[in-house]
């Protein structure tokens, strides 16, 4: 059973930059793609950014330009960098990995971004 481990988040004012890292239990090119996803209090779970093992990446339209999503196979891990931040990026961010048969998600890291 795979594991994700999120961390990295913390507080940070509007136009700042904050790195969140996905450390996996085991081999990243195990899971098909890897992304990002975040909720904010009373909202659903939103898509960021994914990274297939392929290396395509992907966006949400309210982030592009200022998030880069990587990976490091040495380590193991999937970072997301997050430049310009604004408050609305204010979130709980999670990790999640997908195979063909399992989807797993780590525990969650919180991000605030004050104004």
């Known amino acids: 059973q795979a594991q994700l481990v999120e961390s990295g988040g913390g507080l940070v004012q509007a136009g700042g930059s904050l790195r969140v890292s996905c450390a996996a239990s085991?081999?990243?090119?195990?899971?098909?793609?890897m992304g990002w996803y975040r909720q904010a209090p009373g909202k659903q779970r939103e898509l960021v950014a994914t990274?297939?093992?392929?290396?395509?990446?992907n966006y949400a339209d309210s982030v592009k330009g200022r998030f880069t999503i990587s990976r490091d196979s040495a380590k193991n891990t999937m970072d997301l960098q997050m430049n310009s931040l604004k408050p609305e990026d204010t979130a709980v961010y999670y990790c999640?990995?997908?195979?063909?048969?399992?989807?797993?998600w780590g525990q969650g890291t919180q991000v605030t971004v004050s104004s």
């Open positions: 999640n990995a997908r195979k063909t048969t399992q989807t797993y």
């Open positions: 085991e081999s990243i090119f195990s899971f098909y793609v």
């Open positions: 990274i297939t093992s392929g290396g395509y990446t």
